[in-house]
Structure formats: C-alpha cells, structure tokens
C-alpha cells in the first residue's frame, strides 16, 4: 500500500555533488520522521541523516557540513542534497519513513529500495 521510491543515485567523482530524492506513495494519512540511510559492503547500516515533519533535522557526524536533508510535505518527498563527496561515502542509500495508513493504525516504518552511490575517480 506504500512505497518509498528513491532517485538520484549514479558515479561521481570524489567532491562533487549528488541530489537524492525519495518519494511517499499509497495511502497515506500521515508521514512523520523522514530519513536516509546507507549501507556500505561489509558494513552495517547507518543513520545519515533525518528530517521530522516539522524539518527538524538531524545528521551523522560524518557527513554534518556536507549533506543537507530537506522536505516537502505537500509531496510526500525528502530529499539529500550531497556535497564534496568522498570515497568512503560510497554505499547504498536507502529512504525511510514513519508513515500512519488511516486514523485507525499504528505509524509503521518503511523503507525504499536503494539506490546506488559511488565516489571514485
């Protein structure tokens, strides 16, 4: 009934630029905490960086001056805006979202597909 749709991933060379975007669909009644996540091979997934349905925000560390999350509520949309890109941010970029279907439901938690980030020369 929901799907997380992600766009925007590809090959970029270490400080360039990326923009993702991640798309809410189905029925949704409400959408609160939106946010990436990566996966790098070997590794665990990570918190990148989220975005509450008031655009609080919040990053990891590793990336606080580099990436901006942002939002547009009236799309059901978020977005990461990826600047001066590093080798080691390479990894699957994977959306999430809290989404309630109907007044009656819990808010449960989604996830998109993935998309692919390479940085390398």
């Known amino acids: 009934q929901v799907q997380l749709v992600e766009s925007g991933g590809g090959l970029v060379q270490p400080g360039g630029s990326l923009r993702l975007s991640c798309a809410a669909s189905?029925?949704?009644?409400?959408?609160?905490?939106m946010g990436w996540y990566r996966q790098a091979p070997g590794k665990q997934r990570e918190l990148v960086a989220t975005?509450?349905?008031?655009?609080?925000?919040k990053y990891a560390d590793s990336v606080r001056g580099r990436f901006t999350i942002s939002r547009v509520n009236a799309k059901n949309t978020v977005y990461l805006q990826m600047n001066s890109l590093k080798p080691e941010d390479t990894a699957v970029y994977y959306c999430?979202?809290?989404?309630?279907?109907?007044?009656?439901?819990?808010?449960?938690?989604?996830w998109g597909q993935g998309t692919q980030v390479t940085v390398s020369s």
């Open positions: 999430n979202a809290d989404i309630r279907t109907s007044w009656f439901t819990n808010m449960e938690n989604y």
């Open positions: 189905g029925t949704i009644f409400a959408l609160n905490t």
């Open positions: 975005v509450t349905s008031g655009s609080s925000t």
